[in-house]
Nanobody, 123 residues
Framework: QVQLVESGGGSVQPGESLRLSCAVS????????VGWFRQDPGKEHEGIAC????????FYSDFVKGRFTISLDRSANTVYLQMNRLMADDTTNYYC????????????????WGKGTLVTVSS
């Protein structure tokens, strides 16, 4: 059974950093697309960062490019999202999801989903 468990969310002030973790169990991340998605109230999930575990190629949305970094620890079977220079607009729920093989960074293309972690950025 494949499980994705997010952690690392919390409350920070603008300009600070957080690192989200997505621990994956039940599969070895040899050839998957793993991504981080945000969901604002009343809106669909939006892909903000994805990584192809076969070649470490990455995708970032324009909103997070240059501030967030997605990375993979193969030994831990965990994908991280380093979030720097956080802004109030980054406040939302963040979800980890994975797709078998190469996939676009879209929620509806994923095969497995985590339950999310909340990030709040406020002064």
């Amino acid at each position: 059974q494949v499980q994705l468990v997010e952690s690392g969310g919390g409350s920070v002030q603008p300009g600070e950093s957080l690192r989200l973790s997505c621990a994956v169990s039940g599969v070895s991340l040899d050839y998957y697309t793993v991504g981080w998605f945000r969901q604002d109230p009343g809106k669909e999930h939006e892909g903000i960062a994805c990584i192809n575990t076969a070649d470490d190629s990455t995708f970032y949305s324009d909103f997070v490019k240059g501030r967030f970094t997605i990375s993979l620890d193969r030994s831990a079977n965990t994908v991280y999202l380093q979030m720097n220079r956080l802004m109030a607009d980054d406040t939302t729920n963040y979800y980890c999801a994975a797709a078998t093989g190469l996939a676009a960074c879209r929620w509806d293309f994923m095969d497995y989903w985590g339950k999310g972690t909340l990030v709040t950025v406020s002064s």
